[in-house]
């Protein structure tokens, strides 16, 4: 998970390299990698719906996230029961 503001600062970065070069940055997908581990003693749902929502505050559209122990399908079955509700507001229409 990025620290907190580094998303936001590396999206001033872009807007400005953007800038320079004469892109649009609302053209510009804004994504970022985060882990989301749901194994024992890791994350809850919880944590990972409050990273998702901190990484959208930050400006961050689209998020790619990396799941250790992806075979285990109880975390998939979590992720789609309980985070992505939750967040699906986030998504823009």
Do not use: C, W
């Not at 998702?52 to 285990?72: F, K, S, T, W, Y």
């Amino acid at each position: 998970m990025p620290d907190p503001g580094e998303s936001r600062h590396k999206l001033v970065v872009l807007r400005r390299h953007g800038e320079e070069v004469g892109r649009n940055f609302d053209e510009i997908e804004k994504t970022s990698l985060i882990e989301s581990d749901l194994g024992p003693d890791r994350q809850s749902a919880a944590d990972v719906i409050a990273n998702l929502r901190a990484q959208a505050d930050e400006g961050i559209e689209h998020v790619i996230v990396n799941m250790p122990d992806v075979h285990d399908l109880r975390y998939i079955e979590t992720f789609g029961r309980e985070i992505i509700p939750a967040v699906a507001e986030l998504v823009p229409a």
